[in-house]
C-alpha cells in the first residue's frame, strides 16, 4: 500500500517563502502521479499542483509563476517550493498520490492515497 507522509509547512509573511516535501512509497508500478492539494478553511479542496513519473508537470492558475514542483526519485520525495505566498495560500497541503493516473490541472482525477495534510499560514 502506498505511504504518504508530508512535511515543511509553517508560519510566514506574504512574499515569503516555504518548501513542502512529500514522501511517497509503496507503488506496484512506476507509472503514477503525485499531487499537491490545499483546503483552506470554508472552502472547497483545490488542486495545487502535478507530477508524473515521467516528469510531466502541471499548475492551478493560481499558482503559476510562484510554485514549482520536483521530484527526487532517489529519495522517493516531491517537493514544493512556494514563492511569493500570499496570504490567500493559508490553507492546509494534502500530498495525493495514484497510480495509472495523469497529470493534468484541468481534471485532478480521484487519488486514492493521502498524506495527513499541513498547514501552511501567511501573515499579511
Known amino acids: 500500500e502506498v505511504h504518504i507522509v508530508e512535511s515543511g509547512g509553517g508560519l510566514v509573511q506574504a512574499g515569503g517563502s516555504l518548501r513542502l516535501s512529500c514522501a511517497a512509497s509503496?507503488?506496484?508500478?512506476?507509472?503514477?502521479?503525485i499531487a499537491w492539494f490545499r483546503q483552506a478553511p470554508g472552502k472547497k479542496r483545490e488542486g495545487v499542483s502535478c507530477?508524473?513519473?515521467?516528469?510531466?508537470?502541471d499548475y492551478a492558475e493560481s499558482v503559476i509563476g510562484r510554485f514549482t514542483i520536483s521530484s527526487d526519485n532517489a529519495k522517493g520525495t516531491v517537493y514544493l517550493q512556494m514563492n511569493n505566498l500570499k496570504p490567500d495560500d493559508t490553507a492546509v497541503y494534502y500530498c495525493?498520490?495514484?497510480?495509472?493516473?495523469?497529470?493534468?490541472?484541468?481534471?485532478?482525477?480521484?487519488?486514492?492515497?493521502w498524506g495527513q495534510g499541513t498547514q501552511v499560514t501567511v501573515s499579511s
Open positions: 495525493a498520490a495514484d497510480e495509472f493516473l495523469i497529470c493534468d490541472s484541468s481534471d485532478w482525477g480521484e487519488y486514492d492515497y
Open positions: 507530477i508524473h513519473t515521467d516528469d510531466e508537470t
Open positions: 509503496g507503488f506496484t508500478s512506476d507509472d503514477y502521479t
